[in-house]
């Protein structure tokens, strides 16, 4: 299956400058495998998202459809065909 990954503004350099990365991946695969895709074909953009033991970075937020990851399976929750992964960092402040 193809997985629509989409990338704010601030990550877009990391990749070519594209909002949406077409990441080919097979049916049933978890967002870790997805991430693994995106690391390989984009290296520079992987070391953002993931540290060097391959876990999420604290800043950054990933959401299969409309559901945080990190409130459900992390890197183990399932891609369902036809869902988009959105990547964004964290926003703080005050």
Not at 59 to 65: D, I
């Amino acid at each position: 299956m193809t997985v629509p990954v989409r990338l704010p503004g601030v990550l877009r350099e990391h990749a070519g400058g594209v909002s949406v990365l077409e990441v080919a991946v097979p049916d049933g695969s978890q967002v870790g495998a997805v991430l693994d895709r995106v690391a390989l074909d984009h290296p520079s953009l992987g070391r953002r998202i993931r540290d060097e033991r391959g876990a999420l970075r604290r800043h950054v937020n990933v959401f299969v459809g409309a559901e945080d990851i990190r409130r459900h399976e992390q890197l183990e929750t399932v891609v369902p065909t036809g869902v988009e992964v959105f990547i964004a960092p964290a926003v703080s402040g005050g």
